[in-house]
């Protein structure tokens, strides 16, 4: 029996940004294993939209294993791209996919922090196979802001003093916003929502009770969030600083940091 695409399965019934929307069409140049969890997690999205009218916990799970796909995409495209620790994260770990959302809040609020950082996601469509870029601001040779293209876009470093950035601050903040002792208990925690959703609990039979469309519109920006960082790492075959520096920080928040890559947290 013949699959439909699932690019082309209820493509056109979820509502897409036109940012994601190019998203989407880069996509399909991609390569290998990630490619692939990269238009699954488009397919769930799509998914999750159309039963949101006829089962709202099926719903709420494409939308939440939409995300869980993009992260996989995330994973598969450091492994293949040979960044140092990718051994270490395991694409069939709810938990390992679950804590790409609150790291990269993390990474967003640490970036926001930076007075002369703008960052900005372009578009290249002028060749055969198009490319995602990144540009920021810094100062210029007479002191005035200039754009920044990095090249590759994410060869770049954030340090703290001396030593690479871990995130650290903005991952105990969010602990405290959200009542939680550690980044890994919160994530945990997370990790475990498919579970309340399928399966009864004492209090009786799983009922989503909440704003649905809202709940699926959010997972579709953190997917999508997820597929242009997948763009940024799976088409350059160059060793990007800022990637290998996330790396290191989102191993140690799982506390899967190898030894050998201990130093660079420090």
């Known amino acids: 029996m013949s699959r439909a695409d699932p690019d082309e399965k209820l493509m056109g019934e979820m509502p897409l940004l036109r940012q994601q929307e190019t998203v989407v069409r880069f996509i399909h140049h991609a390569k290998g294993h990630g490619k692939h969890c990269a238009r699954s997690a488009v397919s769930h999205l799509h998914q999750a939209w159309a039963l949101r009218t006829v089962d ?3 719903a709420v799970l494409r939308a939440f294993t939409s995300e869980e796909e993009a992260a996989s995409a995330v994973f598969h495209a450091i492994k293949r791209r040979k960044y140092r620790g990718a051994d270490q994260l395991d694409q069939r770990s709810h938990i ?5 959302r609150p790291f990269f809040q993390a990474v967003s609020e640490a970036l926001s922090k930076v007075n002369v950082l703008e960052p900005m996601i372009e578009f290249d469509e002028s060749e055969a196979i198009p ?3 990144t540009r920021f601001t810094a100062p210029g040779p007479d002191g005035s802001l200039a754009w920044v293209s990095p090249e590759p876009p994410l060869h770049f470093g954030l340090s703290d003093g001396k030593l ?7 991952l105990e903040r969010g602990c405290r916003i959200r009542g939680v002792k550690s980044s890994l208990d919160y994530v945990r925690k997370r990790a475990n929502r498919r579970n309340q959703l399928l399966y009864a609990s004492v209090h009786g039979v799983p009922k989503f009770a909440g704003d649905l469309e809202r709940l699926v519109l959010e997972e579709r920006d953190t997917t999508f969030n997820s597929l242009m960082v997948f763009l940024l790492i799976d088409q350059y075959p160059e060793k990007q600083g ?5 790396l290191v920080a989102f191993l140690k928040m799982l506390k899967r940091l190898p030894h050998g890559l201990e130093s660079e947290s420090e």
Do not use: G, N, S, W
Not at 96 to 100: E, R, Y
Not at 242 to 246: A, E, L, S, W
């Open 131 to 133: 490319r995602i870029l």
């Open 96 to 100: 390992h996919k679950v804590a790409v």
């Open 164 to 170: 690479p950035y871990d995130f650290t601050r903005e």
């Open 56 to 58: 709202q916990e099926m």
């Open 242 to 246: 800022f990637v290998q520096q996330c």
